[in-house]
């Protein structure tokens, strides 16, 4: 099991003195939009006047206790730049978080951790006008010991009723960053359970149409499969992120919170068992799937066999006697006719009987 180096030990206070109060662009007072929120904590209990970074980190260092939180939706490059500039993160970090589409990935910068974690949401197919039925989103997060900076990416992964939640709970809150840290990923794996859900449904429904007598399309499969796949590359790398947190000792993550991730880490373990489940059971309706329709065409292929044979013979018939022959037994005699329709009609009708006992027909 990989353990986490142990971090040096921070640098002693000194308080974030400038003439005129430094802004993060998008804040307010900044350039841009207003960043989601920001707040300090100390013993899980927010502050008052810390909207901004820079006051709030100032707040919980003369405290020496405390964190600060901050959290953005989809942030540009020059706020992440003042981000990173007060709380010293590292620009490769700041460039995955602003240009987002990472993998879920654990990676130690200096005195701090940067998680990436994917979202899914399952969405109607009668909303989505290209097929997709799991969108995703990200949330990256720079893990320090007297900070969190959240960064999200997407519509569906807010996390407002998340930080509400917490501050309800000062105690649970009180054990740090690495608190909300744990929070944010048990929500998101909570998150995978219910789209896993919705899709075992899908994949029932599937079922059920493949082997009835209804039509089913495979690019339906397909589809869905497809989607499959698509929350396996978002909840698969994830397993050691969280392995790695709840297994290896760290001064950013406590006792306490390690015994946590292990329990999201479990139902992480029940997700990945369940997409592999139904990645095999979709894998096999399509075999199930292509064989109906190979069946359903030798059916329709010995109908129509059946039937070119019943037809064969009066066309047969028909043909013998139509030559320009004055010598065929028959062509003469006023009965003729008659004899030779009577004789088709026969023959027809015989040949259905058999046919239709052997089920050709």
């Not at 921070?10 to 804040?27: E, K, Q, S, Y």
């Not at 392995?243 to 029940?270: F, I």
């Not at 009965?335 to 009708?349: D, E, H, N, P």
Request: glycine fraction near 6%; aromatic fraction near 6%; proline fraction near 6%.
């Amino acid at each position: 099991m990989p353990v986490l180096p142990s971090l040096p030990s921070l640098p002693p206070f000194r308080a974030i003195h400038r003439r005129t109060p430094r802004t993060v662009p998008g804040t307010p007072g900044g350039d841009g939009a207003t960043m989601v929120n920001c707040a300090a904590y100390v013993d899980g209990v927010r502050q008052e006047l810390c909207s901004d970074p820079v006051s709030a980190l100032n707040r919980i260092r003369e405290k020496n206790r405390g964190f600060v939180w901050v959290g953005f939706h989809e942030p540009t490059a020059a706020q992440m730049s003042a981000v990173a500039e007060t709380f010293g993160l590292h620009p490769l970090a700041v460039e995955d978080a602003v240009q987002a589409y990472q993998r879920p990935k654990l990676e130690r910068y200096g005195q701090y951790l940067f998680l990436v974690l994917k979202t899914v949401k399952f969405v109607d197919h009668a909303s989505t006008g290209n097929g997709q039925i799991v969108t995703t989103g990200e949330i990256m997060m720079f893990l320090g010991a007297d900070f969190i900076v959240t960064v999200r990416h997407g519509e569906h992964s807010g996390l407002a009723g998340l930080r509400q939640k917490l501050e309800a709970d000062p105690q649970h809150l009180a054990l740090g960053p690495a608190a909300v840290m744990h929070a944010i990923a048990d929500r998101v794996v909570d998150e995978y359970l219910a789209v896993i859900a919705d899709i075992e449904e899908d994949v029932d429904e599937m079922e059920v149409a493949v082997f009835s007598s209804d039509d089913v399309d495979t690019e339906d499969i397909y589809l869905l499969k497809r989607e499959v796949l698509s929350m396996r590359r978002a909840v698969t790398p994830l397993a050691v992120p969280l392995k790695t947190l709840s297994g290896s000792p760290s001064p950013l993550v406590p006792g306490e919170v390690r015994d946590y991730v292990r329990d999201v880490e479990d139902h992480l373990s029940l997700v990945t068992e369940r997409i592999s489940t139904f990645d095999e059971m979709l894998t096999t309706l399509v075999s199930a799937a292509l064989a109906e329709v190979t069946t359903r065409q030798n059916e329709d292929m010995r109908k129509i066999s059946a039937w070119a044979a019943i037809a064969l013979v009066p066309t047969a018939i028909a043909g013998i006697y139509g030559m320009n022959f004055d010598y065929i037994p028959g062509m003469h005699s006023p009965i003729g006719f008659a004899v030779s329709i009577v004789v088709m009609a026969a023959v027809c009708v015989l040949l259905f009987m058999l046919l239709r006992r052997r089920g050709w027909l």
